[in-house]
Structures are given as structure tokens and as C-alpha cells.
């Protein structure tokens, strides 16, 4: 258990929709990232937050955001779902530089 | 541009045996190094890392090579079990962007270990 918490597991909906994937990140970690896998794209990185500011940004498509709460937890909310966004999406946390990074179980999402 | 590369999708071992993993890297920028083991429907859990200024990580039967010059690493599990068969991820990054350490990740390998 990596102390990472996503939820949902698994999110099925249609293109068109709008979703929220929610992270709790260990206690104590600052930093959130979010992550993409896709099946031809492997691990892809998409935002990292610190103590609720954006802090990196990757290719992450101007359809979704991200944001960090006062509590830590993040939220990546993906709109306007093509079938090209059905992936894994990971969060993971950390303690800060040079320190690694734990990773959640991910959320699974399927556009149909 | 894949900036970590592993070359090998597959990788069979048998138990009690040395399992050898590699990973090259093109950006010259990366000083931080990690590897990440992952099992299926399971998200990846960080098995060891190696900061640029060292060139070897051990940790029980995990151990972490860096060439720099090469730009090479390469994870060495001894002796493999049965329960190291998943996928590995190679990942690197950057502390010289002041607060950004987003991981760039290789393309993964699946290790087999065979009783």
C-alpha cells in the first residue's frame, strides 16, 4: 500500500461527457502528480501541483485541468471525453526533490 | 522523442538467477533515477533509486548502476524470484527545473522468472 488513494477505480461514460478523478497523496507529501497511460503512449506525465500550486505542466490537452485543495487532495477533471482518452490515469505524491515519487492504483477510464 | 529507452519489451530468467534490466537515457539534464516494478491493475511501486552523484544503490537484492557517460543504468535483482516477475519501469528526472520532478518513464519491460 503506497499510501496513495484514487478514486474511482473504474469510470465508464460517453464522449462527449465531463468527469472527476480524485487523489489523496500520502501524509505529509506535498507535491501531487498526475500521470496518463495509454496502451501506445506508455507513462505519460500530465501536472504536478505543490501545496496547491501548479508547479509543471506537460502535454496535458487544454480539455483537462487539474487543482490542488487546502486538505492536499488534487482533482483532474476531464472534459469534452473523446475515445482517445480512455487510459489509466495515475496520481502519485512526494516528500519533495530528489525524493521518489508513490504512486495510486489508478483510475480506469473507458469512453464509450 | 523518447528520452528513456528500454530496448528490451521482454526479459525470461530463471529463479535463483541474476535478472539484468536496462534503460538508456538521451537527456543530459537528468540527474535522478528510479526504478518502478509494476503488477497488473496495480499502480507502480518504487523499488530503488540513484542520484547522479553516485554511480551505484544497493538495496537487499536490488542494485542500481549509472554510467553517465554511457547515459546508462541498469537494475540488477540477485537472486530473482518468483514474485519479481512483473513489469519495470525505468524512469529519470530533473532537479535543475526549480520545482518541477516530473518523471519521464521508459517504455517499460516484462521480466519472467521461471521456477
Known amino acids: 500500500d503506497s499510501g496513495v488513494t484514487q478514486t474511482p477505480k473504474h469510470l465508464i461514460t460517453a464522449t462527449g461527457q465531463r468527469v472527476t478523478l480524485r487523489c489523496s497523496p500520502r501524509s505529509g507529501d506535498l507535491s501531487v502528480y498526475w500521470y496518463q497511460q495509454s496502451l501506445d503512449q506508455g507513462l505519460q506525465f500530465l501536472i504536478q501541483y505543490y501545496n496547491g500550486e501548479e508547479r509543471a505542466k506537460g502535454n496535458i490537452l487544454e480539455r483537462f485541468s487539474a487543482q490542488q485543495f487546502p486538505d492536499l487532495h488534487s482533482e483532474l477533471n476531464l472534459s469534452s471525453l473523446e475515445l482517445g482518452d480512455s487510459a489509466l490515469y495515475f496520481c502519485a505524491s512526494s516528500v519533495g526533490r530528489n525524493q521518489p515519487q508513490h504512486f495510486g492504483d489508478g483510475t480506469r477510464l473507458s469512453i464509450l | 522523442d523518447q528520452q528513456v529507452k528500454q530496448n528490451s519489451p521482454s526479459l525470461s530468467v530463471q529463479e535463483g538467477r541474476i535478472s539484468i534490466l536496462n534503460c538508456d537515457y538521451t537527456n543530459s539534464m537528468f540527474d535522478y533515477f528510479l526504478w518502478y516494478k509494476k503488477y497488473p491493475a496495480e499502480g507502480p511501486t518504487f523499488l530503488i533509486s540513484i542520484s547522479s552523484i553516485k554511480d551505484k544503490n544497493e538495496d537487499g537484492r536490488f542494485t542500481v548502476f549509472l554510467n553517465k557517460s554511457a547515459k546508462h543504468l541498469s537494475l540488477h535483482i540477485v537472486p530473482s524470484q518468483p514474485g519479481d516477475s512483473a513489469v519495470y519501469f525505468c524512469?529519470?528526472?530533473?532537479?535543475?527545473?526549480?520545482?518541477?520532478?516530473?518523471?519521464?518513464f521508459g517504455q517499460g519491460t516484462r521480466l519472467t522468472i521461471n521456477p
Open positions: 524512469a529519470a528526472s530533473s532537479t535543475l527545473i526549480q520545482g518541477a520532478q516530473k518523471l519521464v
